[in-house]
């Protein structure tokens, strides 16, 4: 996770009707919102990622989805943007999970954003990462945002490991790593961000950690 410092029923692209992250049910089709306690996190659209590519600061962008990003989450610092843009314009359908605009559900405003570097690879593991803007860190944001990704993607048929990678360094999100019982399974060096710890569960733990 190296950028973080931290209801399905029959629903398809670009419904308004989401899945709280209590409810654990079959994901295989995607879902527009996914919805906490505090928070909905509102997948990118591929027509919302052509307007990024362009411009990030686009007046066009959100004026449809009720919120607004007053902090320029993904505006002035393009997170992983550069690295998304070209997956969905080679796979429209992998918007579900690349990536989420975490709205701050009282204040209708983009306070960070959420979601899974690729699809499950050929062993079923699927890697989050998130970013939450500084004046809303410290609120438990962060764990509210990564189980509503985790409670959604579990359900998912050819998901079988969650992976989280953080800094040594990043104490905020080993803090919050460390709170499930995520297995240390080894470190990699990343490009951007250098070493990583690699943590990981099996969807089968991680449902008996959420008493499903």
């Not at 399905?8 to 009707?17: A, I, Q, T, V």
């Not at 527009?32 to 307007?51: C, F, G, K, Q, S």
């Not at 070493?195 to 008493?211: H, K, N, Q, S, T």
Request: charged fraction near 25%.
């Amino acid at each position: 996770m190296h950028d973080a410092q931290v209801a399905k029923e029959g629903l398809r692209p670009g419904s308004d009707r989401g899945v709280g992250s209590d409810g654990m049910t079959s994901v295989d089709e995607p879902v527009d919102v996914i919805r906490t306690e505090r928070i909905d996190l509102h997948m990118v659209r591929p027509n919302e990622y052509a307007l990024l590519a362009v411009d990030r600061a686009a007046p066009g962008l959100w004026v449809d989805r009720g919120f607004s990003n007053p902090l320029r989450h993904l505006v002035d610092d393009p997170g992983p943007l550069p690295h998304r843009i070209p997956r969905i314009e080679a796979n429209p359908e992998a918007a579900a999970y690349l990536l989420r605009l975490a709205v701050l559900r009282s204040e209708g405003i983009v306070i960070g954003s959420a979601g899974f570097h690729d699809l499950p690879d050929e062993q079923g593991m699927i890697e989050v990462g998130l970013r939450v803007e500084p004046a809303y860190r410290g609120r438990g944001l962060a764990t509210e945002m990564l189980l509503g990704m985790w409670d959604w993607v579990v359900s998912r048929s050819d998901v079988r490991i969650l992976r989280y990678t953080v800094s040594p360094g990043n104490l905020a999100s080993q803090a919050i790593i460390a709170k499930f019982g995520f297995r240390h399974v080894g470190q990699q060096i990343d490009h951007e961000d250098g070493p990583e710890d690699i943590f990981e569960m099996d969807v089968v733990a991680y449902r008996r950690l959420r008493g499903s």
